[in-house]
């Protein structure tokens, strides 16, 4: 062999030395793909979700990763653009290759992505409360069903502890979740004896800022003389000025309750917390519940982001519960492949942070408490109701009719989201 012949058959067993050295250093990394708006209207309340998806992946990086391989989180911005969603849902799974993705917050935006997921077979975990309605093989919802949520906190208010509301104003803002959401209330509120005349529904864009009209029909609506409760399904940044009109116009708790489903710590860090003391807010979690878990969590979480004012919310702790049994389900079926981690999921369990254990069923929702809580002046919740044990999430409503006679089962012989309850469960 001459030596220009022996130099490049030298220069190609080099090239693809170093081709298969980086697809076995590929090979090595899990990808954990972090899908949350960091700038756009959404970021006051999705930002804080990405960091507790780097929190978790570096956590889990110090037990050694899974499978014996390094987690690495690939974070995209979709910008609160709803579209955009979708592009980088598929940057992720295609360009990427990610193993598994956390993310989303409204509705509008995780029905934007469910056509990629369930067409490039992907796995999505979605931390926030929803509307229901919907079930995908692909997709795991960890945040709250309306009968872990919204149908509790009517409930309470309706109760003689809630301050037996006869009155109800729908506020929220104008997109999927809180439009199903109020569907399945009205049902719910009509199935109790509640005229039409006394619901009030009113829907305002993504950013809305002027709520001076709104909160003045608002009292208009209550001074009829029945005791009357807001439930909000306003999203974002549009709850700074809401709040801040509630307190310009007086309203206080007592008089007219605002129960909301998409307020927690987080927004309410940055209020002045004073007007909204005792207005409630209904999750799965609280910051203030105290318990080894969340104690643990909370003092993770500011060593994590170096700041001790930082707090803790309900969608962080469904991500944290989200990502550990995601990680349970690797080891259990010994691969990250999507088909085989699925069927894993079923049953897993964890510690919820407000105690008990979370389960995932075959409809890929959780079992969880649900928990009731009054503003506090430091922005934190005192709770006022949870239930004794974990309540399972439906992903069909029961008042909606069309829905009720709906199951979702992922398991052999359903593999399906949609399908008609046999008649021994109905």
């Not at 592009?87 to 469910?114: P, Y």
Request: proline share 4%; net charge neutral; aromatic share 10%.
């Amino acid at each position: 062999m001459t030596n220009k012949l022996r130099t490049l058959a030298s220069a190609s067993v080099i090239a693809l030395s170093t081709m298969f050295a980086g697809a076995v250093q590929a090979a090595d990394t899990i990808k954990v793909g972090v899908l949350h708006s960091l700038s756009g209207t959404m970021a006051i309340s999705e930002t804080t979700l990405k960091d507790t998806m780097l929190m978790l992946v570096e956590e889990q990086n110090k037990k050694g990763g899974l499978l014996g391989k390094k987690l690495e989180a690939v974070v995209v911005d979709p910008a609160s653009n709803w579209p955009l969603f979708a592009e980088k849902a598929k940057e992720l799974l295609q360009k990427h290759k990610v193993d598994v993705v956390f993310g989303n917050w409204t509705s509008v935006s995780r029905k934007s992505v469910l056509p990629v997921f369930e067409e490039l077979n992907g796995m999505l975990f979605y931390p926030v409360q929803y509307e229901g309605e919907e079930s995908s093989r692909n997709v795991f919802y960890t945040g709250a069903a309306p009968n872990q949520q919204a149908i509790p906190a009517v409930e309470y208010l309706m109760s003689e502890d809630g301050g037996a509301a006869k009155r109800w104003v729908l506020l929220g803002t104008d997109y999927v979740y809180p439009r199903t959401t109020n569907k399945i209330l009205r049902a719910f509120l009509k199935a109790k004896g509640v005229k039409e005349s006394d619901i009030m529904e009113n829907y305002t864009p993504f950013g809305h800022s002027d709520w001076q009209t709104i909160v003045s029909q608002v009292k208009k609506f209550a001074s009829a003389g029945k005791k009357t409760a807001v439930v909000s399904t306003i999203n974002g940044d549009a709850n700074v000025p809401f709040y801040k009109e509630l307190g310009n116009q007086g309203i206080k708790a007592e008089d007219i309750p605002v129960v909301a489903f998409s307020v927690g710590e987080e927004e309410l860090a940055g209020l002045d917390t004073k007007p909204l003391v005792g207005h409630l807010t209904a999750w799965n979690y609280f910051m203030s519940i105290e318990t080894p878990e969340n104690s643990a969590f909370i003092k993770k979480w500011h060593a994590f982001i170096k700041d001790k004012k930082r707090v803790t919310n309900d969608p962080m702790e469904a991500h944290y519960i989200g990502f550990n049994m995601w990680a349970q389900a690797v080891k259990q079926a010994g691969t990250t492949s999507v088909d085989a981690v699925r069927q894993a999921m079923y049953g897993q369990k964890f510690k919820n942070l407000t105690g008990g254990v979370a389960v995932m069923n075959t409809n890929h929702h959780l079992s969880k408490p649900v928990v009731i809580g009054e503003i506090q002046e430091d922005g934190q919740m005192e709770t006022v109701w949870r239930t004794e044990g974990v309540v399972k999430g439906d992903a069909w409503s029961d008042f909606i009719p069309e829905s009720a006679k709906l199951t979702a089962d992922w398991t052999y012989p359903w593999v399906c989201g949609n399908c008609e309850k046999p008649k021994h469960l109905n």
